[in-house]
């Protein structure tokens, strides 16, 4: 008997009718033999809503009652699905992060989970039930309840399939698959069959929605089979898996972007060793995800620093840049919050010469100016106006041919 975890999201657990829609397939794959545990996300926008209430209470909400709240969404769908599976007589039994020992850091909003008891999991299974299970929250050491960043119900998906050593973990959603760029803004995005654990790890971190980085990256820590398939056509989906020889033949496999960042330059600071130290470990230890950092040094002794941060961390990074930047003579900070980060990730760059050359050339034909430019071994990501990011992703995945895969 094989043990598979589905995850469905909001859009999939939408309305009455859609949890039913999901109830009937999961119903499907327990009737074919197998065990089936569920995790399900809130209904589409109820997380946006919670996040919006959370500060018509208060500004700043503190971040443990902000978790509080934010984990609500996911025990409406997780009793909804359960109900409409013992509907359908299927026995089944729902369960918050809690009640399954999620255990997490103590880091509210964007907690990593630390492991996770399958004791009780495995006897509701035993005992016939689909068990459905709540994405997005765990628990820390001292019982606080915890979230684990948006999008986080992959995630949860990935680390119940490690601790249960499912034989696959298939994350439900309303596209059929990982395109070559989102396919709500590339008319020409084609479904990629396959794709590397690498690979997906770059697009998620470059802003792919569809599957939440931390859990691409604990799907490639423990191996797990990890599917990205619709929840409303019976498509064969994007399996994400190892690297095989036909994936490094493809140049470059997608066209990421992000518009969630914001960019700070912290101007004229003294060009001296621990310049960058100073100002980065404190934004470190804040916890705050620097991404892009560039660093310009003029000749008079002064040097510029700009970085790149999530949106909604902006504020604190402000904070902390202008705590260091005090007393310091003619330093200035500045934000842009109209930007957005475009990136072509591909394996085949780490064998093949003049990739970034092709997508700095081809944004230049289209008159888009690069403000900030950041490489890795297999992606270049470029910082660019926002109102720009969709002529941007189309005249890459055009300059790659991407519409044109068959993999
Ligand atoms: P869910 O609510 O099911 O978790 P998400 O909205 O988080 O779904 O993720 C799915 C969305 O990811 C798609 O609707 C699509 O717009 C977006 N997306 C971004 N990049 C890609 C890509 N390369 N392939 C497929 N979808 C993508
Ligand atoms: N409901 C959470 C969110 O909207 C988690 C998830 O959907 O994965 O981010
Ligand atoms: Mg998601």
């Given amino acids: 008997m094989a043990l598979i975890v589905q995850k469905y999201g909001g859009t999939s657990v939408g309305d009455p009718d859609r949890i039913r829609n999901v109830a009937r397939r999961v119903k499907k794959t327990q009737a074919a033999g197998n065990q089936v545990v569920v995790v399900v996300s809130a209904m ?23 978790d509080v709240l934010l984990s609500t969404g996911e025990q409406v769908t997780i009793a909804c699905l359960a109900l409409a599976l013992q509907a359908m007589d299927q026995p089944s039994r729902s369960f918050l992060g809690h009640q399954v020992q999620i255990m997490t850091d103590n880091a509210y909003s964007k907690a990593r989970i630390k492991s996770i008891d ?37 995630t949860s998906a990935v680390a119940l399939a490690a601790a249960l050593k499912a034989d696959a973990c298939e994350i439900y959603t309303d596209v059929d698959g990982v395109y070559t760029a989102d396919p709500r803004l590339c008319a020409s995005a084609s479904k990629l069959n396959k794709i590397s654990y690498e690979e997906m790890l770059e697009m998620a971190s470059a802003g792919a929605k569809v599957l939440q980085h931390r859990a691409v ?33 493809l140049l470059v496999s997608g066209v990421e ?11 004229h600071l003294a060009d001296e ?16 995800n620097v991404d892009m950092i560039v660093q310009n040094v003029s000749a008079d002794g002064f040097t510029d620093l700009t970085f790149t941060v999530p949106q909604n961390e902006l504020k604190q990074a402000i ?18 919050e109209n930007i957005a980060k475009v990136s ?20 230049s034909e289209a008159g888009i100016n690069i403000d900030m430019i950041s490489t890795s071994e297999i992606k270049i990501s470029m910082v660019i106006k926002q109102d720009q990011m969709e002529k941007a992703i189309n005249e890459l995945h055009e300059a790659f041919e991407l519409g044109q895969l068959n993999t």
Avoid at 124 to 132: C, H, K, M, P, T
Avoid at 241 to 249: G, L, V, W
Avoid at 354 to 361: D, E, I, L, Q, R
Wanted: net charge negative; charged share 25%.
């Fill in 118 to 154: 399958d004791t009780r999991i495995r006897c509701a299974l035993d005992a016939g039930n689909v068990v459905v299970v709540a994405g997005f929250q765990g628990m820390d050491e001292e019982g606080n309840i915890t979230t684990l960043g948006r999008g986080g119900s992959d």
């Fill in 217 to 249: 990256e604990l799907a490639a820590k423990h191996d797990v089979p990890l599917w990205v398939k619709s929840s409303f056509s019976e498509e064969e989906g994007t399996l994400v898996t190892k690297e095989d020889s036909a994936m490094a033949q």
């Fill in 319 to 336: 904070q902390i840049a202008e705590e260091v930047t005090k007393g310091m003579d003619g330093s200035a900070i500045e934000t842009d």
């Fill in 273 to 288: 060793p621990g310049v960058a130290a100073r100002l980065f470990m404190p934004i470190a230890e804040a916890n705050i």
């Fill in 44 to 66: 589409a926008g109820e997380t946006n809503r919670l996040v919006g209430l959370a500060h018509e209470m208060h500004p700043e909400p503190s971040t443990r009652e902000y």
């Fill in 344 to 363: 072509v990730i591909g394996v085949g760059m780490r064998s093949h010469a003049g990739v970034a050359s092709t997508a700095f050339k081809r944004l």
């Fill in 257 to 267: 972007h992000n518009e969630n960042e914001a960019k700070i330059a912290v101007r």
